[in-house]
């Protein structure tokens, strides 16, 4: 913690604080952090969360695989990362403990369940001796809290099993952690009632939960401190809490008002990309259509159908998914159709870590497909990118009759931090005509001169009659066409229909000097982590500039001369090196890369020490 | 199930036959049932009075799915099994079109068979012709999901280990609503039932018999021929018994959960012990029988076999839109902006 002022002895001042609670996936830990955040992010705090759970819904209670974790940076001024290290700990049992206590910095509080240290827990979690009489924390500063017989007294009374008590003891987690950070419990409260308001046993319970935890930290002297972190200074606006996956469902309802186009969905679920199918599938107010199809090629096939009648139509997955629509997503390559595929890519290769971040999809992105099969692929770097990135996808694809591939990624889909809620005016106009007959024949795959898109000719228009499909056509009128000359004419054509969009987007931007040293370069959702090292290297005065590439395919018409400007080229990725391999490619830079494929987000900390390697000569 | 179709036209549309004969040069073997199918989608289209534009055909992978090229209405010759996909997602968004998805044994039943099986539950209002030759054409004769055991083919030297599927007994149990077989040389029969499926609101699911003279010759023919035809088919008629045979004098009886052959007027067997055909039953098990008889054990039944009304998917996704503007109103997106807890910075 960063102790900027002491107010008084009871009370600290600090700019930023960092919390993981931790516990069982049963004992609701990700509820746990979601309220937690609520309440800062309400309060005026800047955010940056991470929740981190296991593959299984319920890995064997106690277990080490079962540990699921949140963890929560609230600050006091503009933060990019839920932070490299927790300053506490929430552990409510010993495999929660075992699993996370390493990441704690020396001097880091812990706060345990103690009630959880029986030996058929430790036995579990495979502690030879009990960590809290062995000795073995000693650089840290734990507090020993009976929570789970605390909680149970708290509940003496109401109506419900031992075992169903025992489910709300996060709540007593919580309300004590409200109390340290001086943290109003309004929030959670209301919240309750509007959860369990039909169930009054269970709202009650809850409510006595939270608020035995509070009065615990009120009333217990093992705490001397509570902590203060003031409001951020955000820009002013309207605000509200969001992640990645919220905001990409909500990028593409705005993109539908924005393109005057019904919004279809076709989904098949998959981690970690489902609660985009969730959130949209609640829109159907809007007139949205989803579809929850029977596998992920049926998704994108009735995605194609749906674009091929008129619709901003959209399939979303991870990468295990997008490996099973390639085939249509060349088909809709080959139709030059609009829509979006939106991956929230995962660990890989197969089924990987399937809660876990990595970007490692970049190349089947952008190179995945038989043939040559161009298509544009852009990628938000935050939560709250999600949503202009949604709406941009959407643009691309309306304008220049192209699938698109939005690549989000496990971090951010599940990420939160502040939004300023954009009004819906802001939004741009990206609509567009669909054909209608004129006086001359119509030529399905005519091309406009500027954009080298097709007509959109949606079935209904009288006179339009025409045929489409994956057999390669005849340059203007589309009927099946075997010509040699016409076939490399033909992806010539997509190619650079494609490649010209570098003309439509901005510029890459830059976070420091235009040259010098090193330009760390970075994509999607390692954002944060980049910019906070290269914030923290140019404090020191070193030559570091950072690029973070949005748009992947194509690039940025100036990156390639922004590339060279640098003595060197780091690019940090989770994955080991494709977009170090395709800036290579594409401009004989010699980009260096570092790769991490950990299922974790970087630490500010390791680009620091990577670019200061790099800086001193490394390689 | 005759209702119109576009409700909304201003006046009947006199379309013929030609007005659905695409400009594109037909390019299927000479002597290939196809050319048969094609000929008599393109005379039922204008009964229909459907404008031209309104229709849509898609296809997948196969000799079959050219047939959208010849047509001259809006065609999507899409990837290989996916076509029913395509026409779920098409129909969803666009409910006021007339989808045709047209595909064969080996793209609806092999690479396609999942999405067949649950379009079918869907009762998604499009009309399914399944060009069945028992063989994979197109790839120059490989055994198909409907080739017979031991079937000898190149990919299959001595003989097919597979057991075929039968595709009706897989369209009654997906759900279909509506299920029919013809063949591709009964012109007037495959005419009559490519009109029902067409007209019939949900999935419906059409199984042409097709011959492929190059790879499977003579596929069906030993109950398709004229001289043999009447003896070993039955012909299908809603409230009608099931009787066949040249002189009309063959039957089917149940006898305990089975069918049999009966002749009619031989041990004291009168019309009144055959089954009576109710294409409109609610519950499919006599379809389900019929669906399992075959040459040789029994005649080959043809004609629709189930034919019941139920909401289709576009129905569906349509009323839940419509109750969510019911009871919340038009959607309004300032408002979703700013749902959940907001707070204002000055």
Known sequence: MTTTESVEHDVQLLDRVTIRFAGDSGDGMQLTGTQFTRTAAVFGNDISTFPDYPAEIRAPAGSLPGVSGFQISFSASDIHTPGDAPDV?????????????????????????ADAFTPGNLGKAAYATNPLTDGSLKQYNVFEVPISTLNANALEGLDMTSKQVDLTKNFFALGLMFWLYERSMEPTLAWIEQKFGKR?????????????????????????????VPKAKLPPGVYR??????????????????????????????????????????????????????????????????????????????????????????????????????????????????TKVEQADLFQAVFGRNGECPMPVVAPATPAECFTFAVEASRIALKYMTPVLYLSDAFIGNGAEPWRVPSVDELPDISVPNAVKGDTTFLPYGRDPETLSRPWAIPGTPGLEHRIGGLEKLDGLGTVNYDADNHHRMTVFRRDKVAGIAKDIPDQDIFGPESGDLLMVGWGSTYGALRSAAERLQAEGKSVSHAHVRYLFPFPANLGAMLKRFRTVLVPELNLGQLSFVIRGTYLVDALSYGRVRGKPFRISEIVDEADRILAGGR | M?????????????????????????????????????????????????????????????????????MNTYGFHSIHGRAATLATGLKSARPDLMVWVITGDGDALSIGGNHFLHSMRRNVDFTMIMHNNRIYGLTKGQTSPTSEFGKRTKSTPMGSIDRPVMPLTLALAAEATFVARTVDTHTEHLARTLEKAGRHRGASF????????????????????????????????????????????????????????????????????????????????????????????????????????????????????????????????AKVLLSGETWTVA
């Not at chain 1, 319970?205 to 509570?226: I, K």
């Not at chain 2, 006046?11 to 290939?32: H, S």
């Not at chain 2, 069918?259 to 499919?284: F, K, M, N, S, Y």
């Open chain 1, 89 to 113: 700990l929430v552990a409510m049992n010993p495999a929660a403990l075992k699993t996370n206590v390493g990441d704690l910095p020396a001097g880091g509080a812990v706060i345990v369940n």
């Open chain 1, 200 to 228: 009054p046993v269970v709202a009650e319970a809850n409510r006595r939960a939270l608020r035995a935890g509070y009065a615990f930290g009120e009333t217990t002297e093992m705490f001397h401190t509570t902590y203060r």
């Open chain 1, 241 to 354: 809490n969001i992640t990645g996956n919220e905001a990409t469902a909500l990028g593409f309802l705005a993109a539908s008002k924005a393109a005057k186009r019904d919004l279809f969905y076709g989904s098949y679920p998959i981690t970690p990309a489902t609660d985009i199918l969730h959130q949209l599938a609640g829109y159907k107010s809007f007139g949205v259509r989803t579809f929850q199809a029977e596998d992920e090629i049926a998704a994108i096939g009735a995605t194609i159908g749906a674009a091929y009648g008129g619709a901003l139509a959209l399939t979303g997955t991870s990468g295990p998914g997008v490996a099973l629509k390639t085939e249509a997503m060349g088909l809709a390559v080959m139709t030059e159709l609009p829509l979006v595929i939106v991956n929230v890519q995962r660990a890989g290769p197969s089924t990987g870590l399937p």
């Open chain 2, 2 to 70: 005759t209702e119109t179709l576009d409700p909304a036209a201003p006046e009947p549309i006199k379309l013929t036959r030609k007005d659905f004969v695409a400009d594109a040069e037909v390019r299927w073997c000479p002597g290939c049932g196809d050319y048969s199918i094609l000929a008599q989608t393109q005379k039922v289209m204008p009964d229909f009075g459907v404008p031209k534009e309104n229709i849509v055909f898609i296809s997948g992978i196969g000799c079959s799915g050219r047939l959208p090229y010849y």
């Open chain 2, 206 to 333: 059409v199984e042409v018999l097709q011959n492929c003279n190059i790879f499977n010759d003579g596929a069906w023919r030993d109950f398709t021929e004229r001289d043999v035809r009447d003896d070993r088919m039955l012909v299908l008629e809603h409230g009608k018994p099931l009787i066949f045979g040249k002189d009309r004098d063959k039957g089917i009886r149940l006898r305990g959960l089975h069918p049999e052959v009966v002749t009619i007027g031989r041990d004291g067997v009168t019309e009144a012990d055959l089954l009576v055909h109710d294409q409109h039953a609610e519950d499919p098990y006599l379809a389900l029988i019929l669906s399992r008889m075959f040459w040789p054990e029994f005649p080959v039944p043809v004609g629709v076999l189930r034919d019941v009304e139920r909401p289709t998917h576009s129905d569906l996704v349509d009323a839940q839109i419509e109750q969510a503007k019911a009871t919340s109103g038009e959607g309004d997106l």
